[in-house]
């Protein structure tokens, strides 16, 4: 478990500096804004996280693949393989950003986004979609670093964009008077500040071996899509499911859209945890299996899932007891005020559940159970989050919004521990099969 802490701790800040670059956004933006810009703010991240999120997924199989071959000590294949990553991720992010740019208004009115948060929304999120290349840009650069073992240097990233994006925020917003769209400029600066940070430090200084793009050859695409395709589809299943659950939230109007905002906001702070082992225990076995060291592998599966419960059980009453003023920090409106506290208080203490499906997606993703994996996911989502959401949601207004996700979380999480203990996950073998195309 030391090892565990240790090497999860530098990815536990990393994720908090994100949390907080979010964060510090929102408070901004409510506090010089109103409630409705936050609002508009809450559902355009939900849009350009589910519009990335096939990226995302491709992503996470980059850890994979590439913590594996730094285990099994494969020099010229990490460095194909990070080749022919880059390429394929690059193109699909340049793609999606250009499509989310002139789709924005039309997917925010699909979502049935209030009149009065619509033009907000859609000036804040063309702008995003503008930048989306610098988001994923240093993202990827820290999951390269992360899966050759490197866990501390991808927070010097994210705290160049926090501070910037905490200086340039509120200048852009209230100084020059952009208003929302100052609040749009000054993440994209910040982000692209990072990512050019990060791509010269991984070059100079961390011998990242990356090369002139290049066509991939067909045995590495054949793997990214036979890995990243699964695991992108689980992220937009994701993304997906976060979309749908917006949806209803947007039925009750905008203090509802306002308030779900503001606690998403202190969401992400209790979700940390189960992000950060998720992304840690995905890199850790991905190195043990790729050395075939199992016993190592039920070791790190152990101490995540206890690490997750003690530190997502603290964390969830922290934000239980202190509800109301945190809630408050991001807007002054009581009605928001009231939804956004009573969401945290009636979801804290349940985060530990998903945390625990985190944990062990991690495991079995580092596996290469990608495909496993996103019918986990859409279990987790589609039969059990958004149709339970929607029909409390429907029995008690909005105050069932967070019970229907709660309940989510504790039934796919015995479902994750039923897959974990009797699935044929550790039997996947991955390098074996790039080896057998290469003869």
Known sequence: MKKMILFSSPIFLTNMLQSSYQIIDSLWVGNLLGANALGAIAISGTVVFTILSFIIGLNTAALTVLSQQKGADDPEGLKDSLNAFVVVLGSLTIALGLTGFFLSGTILRWMGTPGDILPLATTYLQINFIGIVFLFGYNFIGTVLRALGDSKTPVRFVLVAV????????????????????????????????????????????????????FPEMKFLKMIFKLGLPSGMSMMVISGGVLAIMTVVT?????????????????????????????????????????????????????????????????????FLNAEFLVSLFVDDPDTIAFGSYYVKTIA???????????????????????????????????????????????????????????????????????????????????????????
């Open 251 to 319: 039925r009750f109007g905008e203090d509802v859209v306002a308030g779900f905002g503001a606690a998403q906001r202190l969401d992400m702070l209790i979700m940390l945890p189960a992000f950060t082992l998720g992304a840690a225990v995905n890199s850790m076995a991905g190195q043990n299996i790729g050395a075939r060291l199992w016993e190592r592998v039920s070791d790190i599966t152990k101490s995540g899932m206890v690490l997750i419960v003690i530190v997502s059980t603290s964390i969830g009453a922290l934000v």
């Open 349 to 439: 203490f349940f985060y530990p559940f998903l945390g625990i499906n985190f944990v062990l997606n991690g495991i079995v993703r580092a596996a290469g159970a990608m495909f496993q994996v996103f019918v986990l996911n859409t279990i987790s989502f589609w039969i059990l989050r958004y149709p339970l959401t929607f029909y409390f949601a429907s029995q008690y207004g909005e105050n069932g919004i967070p019970i229907g996700m709660a309940a989510s979380f504790v039934i796919s999480s015995l479902i994750a521990v039923g897959y974990y203990r009797f699935g044929r996950w550790h039997e996947i073998k991955i390098l074996e099969e790039e080896e057998k195309a290469n003869q």
């Open 163 to 214: 501070i910037l994006n905490t200086v340039l925020t509120p200048v852009f917003i209230h100084f020059l008077g952009l208003g929302i769209a100052g609040a749009a400029y000054s993440t994209i600066l910040s982000q692209g500040t990072a990512f050019f940070y990060g791509l010269l430090f991984s070059i100079w200084k961390a011998g990242v071996p990356f090369s002139r793009p290049r």
